[in-house]
């Protein structure tokens, strides 16, 4: 049974395995590694058997703390519903310049569009998309299912069985979300209100000074009606 | 994915694919025309509207159905504007009759919410661009170009200046529109040429000696052509502001592809 001579801090641990990482770590996950390690490993390692989520949520605070303070130009995030390692936005040109890389490829308006109305109403039948935008989205479609920013997530029970789409995790790194929830104005634009909205919709257009470049707050609006 | 531009031949023909739809071309010309969009002039964002369509009809752009299906929407309201309201519609005598613009203003309220979210996220996207993982590319596939080119000036923009070059060459001499003196791939290399030559050139300063509307159209032609294929970059860096042509550098995928 091999022996740990010195036993790394829980920071360092945690700090090695986000390193590794090539994806977000989950709290779960580590805690399961430190009871496996355990059970592998014995000796020293046992120590850490019993690590809990609290521990590991106060470990990652500590190795952000510290980070700052060493001003390492890079950090621990919370994305995805796990942790990650990622470079400061500040050192982003030295990186680019070593990585040797150009300007990187960004989505055009109509495709951002498209999952803006998919990241806040999902799961969203095409049809429904397509009563937003105004136009057809199904080339758009193929094209974020390709970059996996949205998946198809069930049949919608409308006649047809038309596909539902919704977001993937890779959209939340992609992003840098943590959940859904932290999507920009995420309330107002959120399917929900809808139902009652129809029925109390004013019928003439209210004197709204709102100048065009506003945005607009204006809720009972309704996705789909043609 | 194409590959090169041809650089040689007449009969090479460019059909774009247009993304954004008529709500998209509406909310622009509201915007650019700074109007009310809870009281639309009608009559003045129709006119607009079919002068774009025109226009985006002679690039041959693959104009979507959708767009004649709101043209003829909006000759609708504009003719039931032209009635008193009572007897706009079948409404009943209790009810109020409805301003006729109220649905279509509905939906680009409804869209334009959509619109100024997705410009939320752009920004994350934005801020993403210079943070760096361990994961794989955040967006590897560079087989969907169509889903990111254009994005630093809309078409619509594009369209705008197209307009202007052409109403300054105005109506131009028959003789002038029979001599097709230009041919797109030609264009296509003067461009290229230009650019390989300096840095980046203003639209009003490539268009500016041209004489005639067929040069102004197989310029832009050329422009849109190389955009798609992301030789070139068009940037504008303030709402309806000049507009910048450069190269485009966007890196060769460096993963497998």
Redesign the interface.
Known sequence: MPDVPVLPELTEIVGAIL?????PVTVDRLVQVFKQTADRMGGAAKDYAAVTAADIEAAIEQLTRQLDTARAGWRVVRVAQGY??????????W??VF???????????????T???I??RQPVTRAEIEA?????VD??LR??L??QLIRVVGRSELPGRPWLFGTTQKFL?????NSLDE???VD??RRGADATSKAS?P???????????E??H?SG???AED | MNGEPMSSGNDYKVTLEVFEGPLDLLLYLIRKEEVNIYDIPIERITRQYMEYLSMMRMLDLSVAGEFLVMAATLMMIKSRMLLPPEERSETTEEEEAEDPRWDLVRRLVEYKKFKDAARRLEELERERCDVFTRAEEPLPSPASASAVSLHDVSLFDLLTAFQRALERIGPEDLGEIFAERYTLGEKIDQLLAILAERDQISLSELIAGMRSRHEVVVTFLALLELIRLQQLRAVQEQPFGEIWISRAVVEPTTLES
């Open positions: 390193l590794v990482s090539r994806q990650r390692i990622e470079s400061l936005a500040a050192c982003g040109p990186i680019r990585l040797e890389r150009g300007r990187p490829q960004r989505l055009s308006a109509p495709a951002l569009e999952l803006a109305i990241a806040y937003v935008r105004g136009v057809a080339q758009i094209n974020l390709d970059l790194e992609y992003f840098g979300l999507l920009p104005g107002e634009l919709r019928s003439t257009i209210p004197p709204a000074p709102t100048p065009a470049e945005p607009v204006e609006t309704v996705a």
